[in-house]
């Protein structure tokens, strides 16, 4: 039997190793449970055949003694979990199938404080501009945060219709955790929709109050998500390699409007063609 896929839901986490979770039933020699939650790998039917430690690009498994488990006595353990970019080499690779990869989404505590901030943010700053009008009556900047807000949203929200369509996530995945490179709809304008969506509901929250109370939350934020649009590059440079590298001189990381101009470039150069 491979894994189970819902073991967070099923297990209990009974201890950490290292800082990684360990979810139970533990009993040695027999039973020694799943390691990691982002990279999960159930030692329990791990053969010890050390795929997963040579195909990872993160190097991020590590060798662990498992004295007299009935199937292999060292296990491959996922040390660092969370430099995991989602390739799914290790888990596609696995005789045993006995690896999970979970997308973690945002980490650390500085991302926890951030999204909800982020969402306050824009509520409070909606209501404050429809109640009492823009504090600095900036009347030019208040229409503009208004027609930035539904541009906002169609670049964060894109991510539902263009991950699930093409990105081809594997059974019972989530949306992020995709196996295909997506270039088509708003990924054909920018690398990073989601993200830039993120910005522009910032910015569109800044200019529909113009209270200075905004701008001080708003700002880091904005700083925050593109921040995390250079680190997710990174990542996605190892799992996709030279095709994603190909992309990212055709498509802008997150200015739309180079993205734009260079989308109709690229159409007009295909209709030339097909002439």
């Given at each position: ?10 297990r ?12 139970g039933?533990?009993?040695p020699?027999?039973k020694?449970?799943?390691h990691g939650?982002?990279?999960?790998v ?11 430690l ?15 488990h ?7 353990f996922p040390?660092r ?7 799914y080499?290790c ?13 973690p989404?945002p ?5 926890w ?7 306050l ?11 009492l009008?823009?504090?600095l ?33 594997g ?17 054909a ?19 529909i109050?113009q ?23 990174k990542?996605?440079?190892?799992k996709?390699?030279e ?8 498509v802008?990381r ?20 097909d002439?």
């Amino acid at each position: 039997m491979p894994i189970d896929p819902n073991f967070q839901k099923k297990r209990k986490k009974v201890g950490k190793e290292e800082g990684i979770a360990i979810w139970g039933p533990v009993k040695p020699p027999e039973k020694f449970g799943i390691h990691g939650t982002y990279v999960a790998v159930d030692w329990d039917i791990c053969e010890g055949c050390g795929i997963c430690l040579k195909v990872c690009p993160q190097q991020l498994y590590e060798w662990m003694e498992t004295s007299n488990h009935p199937i292999s006595e060292k296990k491959a353990f996922p040390a660092r979990e969370l430099d995991c970019v989602q390739c799914y080499k290790c888990e596609t690779k696995c005789p045993a199938q006995a690896i999970r990869i979970v997308y973690p989404g945002p980490t650390g505590w500085l991302a926890w404080l951030t999204v909800p901030l982020m969402f306050l943010q824009i509520i409070a700053g909606i209501i404050y501009g429809v109640l009492l009008g823009p504090f600095l009556d900036l009347q030019i900047l208040f229409y503009a945060g208004w027609l930035i807000l539904p541009v906002a949203l169609l670049f964060f929200f894109s991510i539902a219709i263009y991950f699930r369509k093409e990105g081809k996530p594997g059974e019972g995945k989530g949306l992020m955790n995709t196996t295909v490179l997506v270039e088509s709809g708003t990924y054909a304008i920018v690398r990073h929709p989601q993200l830039l969506g993120g910005i522009l509901l910032m910015s569109a929250s800044i200019l529909i109050p113009q209270h200075w109370l905004s701008a001080i939350i708003g700002v880091p934020i904005i700083v925050w998500w593109y921040s995390e649009a250079v680190k997710e590059e990174k990542g996605l440079i190892v799992k996709f390699g030279e095709p994603y590298k190909r992309y990212m001189k055709k498509v802008p990381r997150i200015n739309f409007v180079l993205g734009v101009i260079r989308l109709l470039q690229r159409r007009k150069r295909e209709v030339k063609v097909d002439r």
